[in-house]
């Protein structure tokens, strides 16, 4: 296991959180393409965790599971770099019962997220001074 061995619900206590009026006044409506994916790499990595989004995905509400990893394969959307996403497996992955192995597919670099390159050289380097001595990306 490369986390902590236990498992930790997403959020405290567990409970679910609900996010109403998503972007309710813009042209755009609700939540994007690549929320809405990320929320599904969540679940994939996830035991437990349950997601309610309203027809318009402007209503979320959000029951956390148990940070599981393991392996998964995940098409992510074309409108943000992978950064976006590998944000927050970074901080997911410190405690996942199992070592994350996750394959990605996405665009690489774009802006107002770190580039995958930063993540590997920088990012990482931080998380094996934290202790994640098995934190890499390939």
Known sequence: S???NAEWPFTAG???VVIEDIRHL???LGLTDYEVSLLKLIDELTN???TKLNETGTRLVF???FIIGGEVSHE???SVPLGYYMEVLVCLAAFSKKKFNITLRGVTH???????DTLKHVTL???KKLGLHSAELT
């Open 76 to 78: 992510c959307s074309l």
């Open 110 to 116: 774009g802006h107002g997220h770190p580039n995958v």
């Open 48 to 50: 437990g965790t349950k």
């Open 125 to 127: 380097s931080y998380c």
């Open 26 to 28: 813009e042209d755009e």
């Open 14 to 16: 567990g409970k679910p």
């Open 63 to 65: 029951s956390p599971g």
């Open 2 to 4: 490369s986390g902590i």
